[in-house]
């Protein structure tokens, strides 16, 4: 039996992949990174630290920390939410569908807070959730579980009584080792991947989700 819809935030809810990828290559191409469009599409879901952190020991710069460069990528991204607000089709709806439903809704981001805050208020949504839990300052972030069983246990419910909503595969695996229901909603470049087999339900896009789904989980 369902308690609680927990919710992923970039590239579910809000379609700020394209924003990441943008602020990666820019950010650390200054630097003299070599970093691609497809480089940065294979770490979606994966926390902007480690990102960082994978190119300093790969692709050593010279001057800013690693800090630094994590806050300059972070700033851009907010910086691009707040001024296009993309949210995503059918959130609101999706949303609206859980809360009829009875579930409790929560948040768990791989995102730190100084960006989820920002994202949820230019989107109107900063009242949609119960609790919001990220990843930012865990010892392990996505496809590690922590950052759903932080949110189950704020929420006040079982893992196994969850639902997650997520996109990327990366935060599929976090759900799924949490022991919770999935939803997952890919990218369209991403639809035949052959791993999302491993989802109790793939979606197109949040707009395809109904009370039904819930009720087959």
Same mark, same amino acid.
């Given at each position: 039996m369902l308690s609680a819809a927990i919710f992923d935030m970039d590239g579910l809810l809000v379609d700020s992949e394209p924003f990441w990828q943008r602020a990666q290559i820019d950010v650390l191409?200054?630097?003299g990174v070599s970093i691609s469009l497809q480089d940065t599409r294979d770490t979606t879901g994966v926390r902007i630290d480690e990102i960082v952190k994978h190119y300093a020991r790969t692709q050593p710069w010279q001057g800013p920390?690693?800090?630094d460069v994590q806050a300059r990528i972070v700033a851009r991204v907010v910086e691009l939410v707040k001024d296009e607000k993309p949210m995503m089709?059918?959130?609101?709806?999706?949303?609206?569908?859980c809360r009829q439903a009875g579930l409790k809704i929560g948040l768990a981001s791989s995102s730190p807070l100084t960006l989820i805050h920002p994202t949820l208020d230019a989107l109107g949504l900063s009242d949609a959730f119960e609790i919001v839990e990220s990843a930012g300052d865990l010892k392990?972030?996505?496809?590690?579980?922590?950052?759903? !069983?932080n949110a189950a246990n704020a929420l006040g419910v079982e893992p196994d009584a969850c639902v997650a909503f997520e996109d990327s595969f990366t935060g599929l695996l976090a759900a799924k080792a949490a022991s919770m229901k999935t939803i997952v909603v890919p990218a369209a470049h991403e639809w035949e991947d052959p791993?999302?087999?491993?989802?109790?339900?793939? !979606?197109?896009?949040?707009?395809?989700?109904?009370?039904?789904?819930?009720?087959?989980l």
């Open positions: 191409t200054e630097l920390s690693n800090a089709p059918g959130v609101k709806d999706a949303l609206q569908i392990y972030g996505k496809p590690h579980p922590k950052v759903y !069983l791993r999302f087999v491993i989802a109790d339900q793939k !979606l197109a896009s949040l707009k395809a989700f109904s009370a039904d789904n819930l009720s087959s």
